[in-house]
C-alpha cells in the first residue's frame, strides 16, 4: 500500500515562504515522476510544479515560475516544493503526486498520477 503524506502548509503572509514536504511511505518511488498540484475553492486542480525521477529534469507552470522550486530526495523518500514570493493567488490546497505506472520524463496532467497524497492547505494573506 502507497501512502503519500504532505507536509509543512499554513498561512503566510503575501511575500513569504513556505516549503512542502512530501513522503512516499510503503514502496520505493526512486522511478516515479512526481509532481504537485493545487487546487483553489471552485477550481480545477491544476500542476505546479513536476519533477522526473532523478530531479534533472522539472516542470512549472507559468504562475509559478521563478518563485517555486520542486526537488527530491530518493534516499528519504520525499520532494519537496520551495515557495518562495507568495501572493494571495497562490492560496489553495497543494497535493503531491506520484505515477507509478510509467517511466515517462515528466507528468503534467491530473489523469497522468495514479497516486495521490491527502493535501496540505496553503494561505496567503494579502
Known amino acids: 500500500q502507497v501512502q503519500l503524506v504532505e507536509s509543512g502548509g499554513g498561512l503566510v503572509q503575501a511575500g513569504g515562504s513556505l516549503r512542502l514536504s512530501c513522503l512516499v511511505a510503503?514502496?520505493?518511488?526512486?522511478?516515479?515522476?512526481m509532481g504537485w498540484f493545487r487546487q483553489a475553492p471552485g477550481k480545477d486542480r491544476e500542476i505546479v510544479a513536476a519533477?522526473?525521477?532523478?530531479?534533472?529534469?522539472?516542470y512549472y507552470a507559468d504562475s509559478v515560475k521563478g518563485r517555486f522550486t520542486i526537488s527530491r530526495d530518493n534516499a528519504k523518500r520525499t520532494i519537496y516544493l520551495q515557495m518562495d514570493s507568495l501572493k494571495p493567488e497562490d492560496t489553495a490546497v497543494y497535493y503531491c503526486?506520484?505515477?507509478?505506472?510509467?517511466?515517462?520524463?515528466?507528468?503534467?496532467?491530473?489523469?497522468?498520477?495514479?497516486?495521490w497524497g491527502q493535501g496540505t492547505q496553503v494561505t496567503v494573506s494579502s
Open positions: 503526486a506520484a505515477d507509478s505506472q510509467t517511466t515517462t520524463l515528466l507528468r503534467t496532467g491530473p489523469d497522468d498520477y495514479n497516486y
Open positions: 510503503g514502496r520505493t518511488f526512486s522511478g516515479w515522476p
Open positions: 519533477t522526473n525521477w532523478h530531479g534533472g529534469y522539472t
